[in-house]
């Protein structure tokens, strides 16, 4: 699976952006997608989830009611729409993927087999 970020720029504080993840490949639709971030100086952290069918959904504390992931399999993409965006928002954002991730291990990266470039998302005061 090959994956494709963009979307990512420069926002001021309370805007939105829409990222998109378009991937590679004839079985997106039996895929888990998530978004992580990586600040500078940071660790990479979860950002939010999708299973598969699209039917459910989690996502970090810090995005949660703010940040809304969708999917649509017929395109083979996955988007995070973040709104109300704030400075600490500022970070590389990554599409990631898997086909044998568990529920109860969404939020770990080591659970991702595959990985998009990222995409920069600068959120200015």
């Known amino acids: 699976v090959q994956l494709q970020a963009s979307g990512g720029g420069l926002v001021q504080v309370g805007g939105s952006l829409r990222l998109s993840c378009a991937a590679s490949g004839r079985t997106f639709s039996t895929i888990t997608m998530a978004w992580f971030r990586q600040a500078p100086g940071k660790e990479r952290e979860f950002v939010a989830v999708?299973?598969?069918?699209?039917?459910?959904?989690s996502y970090a504390g810090s995005v949660k009611g703010r940040f809304t992931i969708s999917r649509d399999n017929a395109k083979n993409t996955v988007y995070l729409q973040m709104n109300s965006l704030q400075p600490d928002d500022t970070a590389v954002y990554y599409c990631a993927a898997s086909r044998t991730i568990i529920r109860s291990t969404w939020p770990d990266p080591q659970g991702y087999s595959y990985w998009g470039q990222g995409t920069l998302v600068t959120v200015s005061s």
């Open positions: 999708i299973s598969s069918s699209g039917g459910r959904t």
